[in-house]
């Protein structure tokens, strides 16, 4: 999005919060790192991050909320149910974790399910928040 569209974002975000304390630099640190999204994903995600959020969401909550609106990445109860259900369509980064617990069979056939689904989620969540991180990161630098 264009600087000018940022900074408009900011400045709803901010009129939102008027209880937020900010220094002299808020505003032009959040447009810095909110210009390089894009302009209607952002403004969707500023949109439900008011309506649900109590204080001023951060920028990398921000960044986060739109690299995943964008990736369509699976929740983590989305990634189990396919990773424990038989003939599934698996997302690719479901695949990669259920095969760091040797596949869709190993899960599905767990002497412990509970445990098992355990360690799924965790290992799933984890990977899952390096992508998103990698994504928005990466869509930073590209924009530099």
Not at 87 to 115: K, M, W
Request: one cysteine or more; aromatic letters at 6%.
């Amino acid at each position: 999005m264009k600087s000018h569209d940022a900074k408009a974002v900011v400045e709803q975000l901010l009129a939102a919060y008027p209880g937020t304390a900010t220094r002299e630099q808020t505003a032009s640190i959040y447009t810095k790192y909110l210009s390089s999204l894009d302009k209607e994903a952002t403004d969707r995600v500023v949109e439900n991050l008011i309506a649900s959020s109590i204080e001023l969401p951060t920028i990398a909550e921000i960044r986060a909320a739109v690299v995943n609106a964008e990736l369509q990445l699976p929740t983590p109860l989305e990634a189990w149910r396919a990773a424990s259900t038989k003939g599934s369509d698996l997302h690719s980064l479901v695949r990669d974790v259920c095969d760091l617990f040797g596949g869709t069979y190993n899960i599905r056939s767990a002497e412990q399910p509970t445990i098992m689904r355990a360690q799924f989620l965790k290992a799933y969540t984890e990977r899952r928040d390096e992508v998103l991180r990698d994504a928005s990161v990466a869509r930073l630098r590209w924009a530099a």
